[in-house]
């Protein structure tokens, strides 16, 4: 069984947590090692059992904690040599034996039963991408810093059984907030992040596919607030057909074996649960 939740999303730092009996992983690891410990015990994960790290990119709200835990619990970080060139200096002195450069392994990487492979996204850093994680029968993929849906993009999240993905800002508030033009024209860009109504088209296209569970994640702390995020890709997604289902504190597995909700004219009806990953602390956590 794949166990998936975010522990921190959002500009001020991410990580997040894919595990299974066998492999325990973190794609990125941007807040503090002490906040990261924390929280991974409350989900009932030891940090000194993590098999990897793996990085999309070098930007300090994705790696702040990674060189430390590393030196810590022996744990391996694995990211492209672009994106370690990137780094270097962020992460601090990582034994030659716990790195992992994915341009050896063309991007692939098995570790205790789990297949990771990633793929490059439209971010303005040195070589960022997103991770897809799958045990062989269901599917993770994480993609935020996303600044605009290329058809690459949408071919690695398709087909996916649960997904984070991004809902960066609301257009409105970044319009009128407090970011300078330059700023403002940097995020709408198709290297910068990705809007709350692009994430809606992004989540609806998913959901209709096939994907159960979508976690929304690295909202802008300025320009988004929680209920904006939520609301403006829920009626996305509504408007397209899919039904949303709402789920308590841990979404169980058996949901994703699920047939979709039979619609009034009998055709099966998509259905998806939706999740707003917290700025700090864990979110629901997926069982698939
Ligand atoms: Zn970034
Ligand atoms: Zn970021």
Same mark, same amino acid.
């Given at each position: 069984?794949?166990?998936?939740?975010?522990?921190?999303?959002?500009?001020?730092?991410?990580?997040?947590?894919?595990?299974?009996?066998?492999?325990?992983?973190?794609?990125?690891?941007?807040?503090?090692?002490?906040?990261?410990?924390?929280?991974?015990?409350?989900?009932?994960?030891?940090?000194?059992?993590?098999?990897?790290?793996?990085?999309?990119?070098?930007?300090?709200?994705?790696?702040?904690?990674?060189?430390?835990?590393?030196?810590?619990?022996?744990?391996?970080?694995?990211?492209?040599?672009?994106?370690?060139?990137?780094?270097?200096?962020?992460?601090?002195?990582?034994?030659?034996?716990?790195?992992?450069?994915?341009?050896?392994?063309?991007?692939?990487?098995?570790?205790?039963?789990?297949?990771?492979?990633?793929?490059?996204?439209?971010?303005? &850093?040195?070589? =960022?991408?997103?991770?897809? +994680? #799958?045990?062989?029968?269901?599917?993770?993929? %994480? $993609?935020?810093?996303? /600044?605009?849906?290329?058809?690459?993009?949408?071919?690695?999240?398709?087909?996916?059984?649960?997904?984070?993905?991004?809902?960066?800002?609301?257009?409105?508030?970044?319009?009128?907030?407090?970011?300078?033009?330059?700023?403002?024209?940097?995020?709408?860009?198709?290297?910068?992040?990705?809007?709350?109504?692009?994430?809606?088209?992004?989540?609806?296209?998913?959901?209709?596919?096939?994907?159960?569970?979508?976690?929304?994640?690295?909202?802008?702390?300025?320009?988004?607030?929680?209920?904006?995020?939520?609301?403006?890709?829920?009626?996305?997604?509504?408007?397209?057909?899919?039904?949303?289902?709402?789920?308590?504190?841990?979404?169980?597995?058996?949901?994703?074996?699920? &047939?979709?909700? =039979?619609?009034?004219?009998? +055709? #099966?009806?998509?259905?998806?649960?939706?999740? %707003? $990953?917290?700025?700090? /602390?864990?979110?629901?956590?997926?069982?698939?």
């Amino acid at each position: 069984m794949l166990k998936f939740c975010t522990l921190f999303s959002g500009s001020s730092g991410n990580s997040t947590f894919i595990g299974t009996d066998r492999a325990k992983l973190l794609i990125d690891a941007g807040v503090t090692a002490k906040s990261i410990e924390q929280e991974l015990r409350l989900i009932g994960e030891e940090p000194g059992d993590l098999d990897v790290i793996l990085i999309t990119h070098e930007h300090i709200d994705h790696v702040k904690g990674a060189g430390v835990l590393a030196r810590r619990y022996g744990t391996k970080i694995a990211a492209n040599s672009r994106t370690w060139h990137a780094m270097e200096a962020l992460v601090g002195r990582i034994d030659p034996e716990n790195r992992i450069v994915t341009d050896d392994t063309a991007g692939c990487l098995y570790i205790g039963g789990l297949d990771i492979s990633s793929f490059p996204i439209p971010h303005d &850093a040195a070589d =960022p991408v997103g991770y897809t +994680v #799958s045990d062989g029968k269901h599917k993770i993929t %994480v $993609a935020t810093d996303t /600044g605009s849906l290329s058809d690459s993009l949408l071919e690695h999240l398709e087909g996916s059984n649960a997904v984070l993905i991004e809902a960066n800002h609301d257009m409105y508030m970044l319009e009128h907030g407090p970011y300078p033009r330059v700023l403002i024209a940097r995020i709408k860009g198709k290297h910068g992040h990705l809007s709350n109504l692009s994430c809606g088209e992004l989540a609806s296209k998913l959901a209709s596919q096939g994907t159960r569970a979508i976690i929304l994640g690295h909202l802008s702390k300025e320009n988004n607030v929680p209920d904006v995020a939520y609301g403006t890709v829920r009626r996305a997604m509504e408007e397209a057909g899919v039904k949303i289902v709402d789920y308590a504190d841990v979404i169980p597995p058996d949901f994703f074996g699920l &047939a979709g909700h =039979p619609g009034n004219d009998g +055709v #099966s009806q998509p259905e998806a649960g939706l999740i %707003v $990953a917290p700025r700090y /602390g864990h979110s629901k956590v997926i069982l698939i």
